[in-house]
């Protein structure tokens, strides 16, 4: 394998790295990049579940603003992802009255992509940790 070349990708194995409302950039994204060097297909997610919104200090009581920003800022991370690293970025979105939880939304993705491939037998998940300071503001990687 030369220099720089990535290893052939194993069609059993997905990486399926996590994007939240605190961590929308992949320049030092941990989990991002252990994806990529995993030689798995990997798949950037951004989950919109009852709580996403909520969970942005004072995004409560500035709904359309804050809908803009994540909007906005969505944007951007599916351009630099397709940009700088060749990848699509796949935002799902609970359409369950009242909203779901992450989990039960991360469940399913889960079985939408264990349907699409029913081959892959490694499904692992990354996150990126905050660190102190944005896990102090209340955000929190998951």
Excluded: W
Excluded at 8 to 24: A, N, Q
Excluded at 111 to 131: A, F, S
């Amino acid at each position: 394998m030369a220099d720089g070349e990535l290893p052939p990708l194993d069609p059993t194995k997905l990486e399926i790295v996590l994007f939240g409302i605190g961590d929308m950039r992949i320049m030092d994204h941990g989990g991002l990049n252990r994806a990529l060097s995993s030689g798995a297909h990997v798949l950037p997610l951004f989950l919109m579940d009852a709580d996403t919104l909520s969970n942005i200090p004072g995004g409560a009581s500035h709904v359309l603003d804050t809908e803009m920003m994540v909007a906005s800022s969505l944007s951007s991370l599916a351009t630099r992802l397709k940009d700088d690293v060749g990848l699509n970025l796949h935002v799902y979105s609970s359409e369950a009255e009242g909203g779901i939880g992450f989990r039960d939304a991360l469940q399913d993705v889960l079985k939408i992509v264990q349907k699409e491939q029913p081959g892959l037998d490694d499904i692992t998940i990354n996150v990126c940790d905050l660190g102190d300071a944005d896990n102090g503001m209340g955000y929190g990687p998951y």
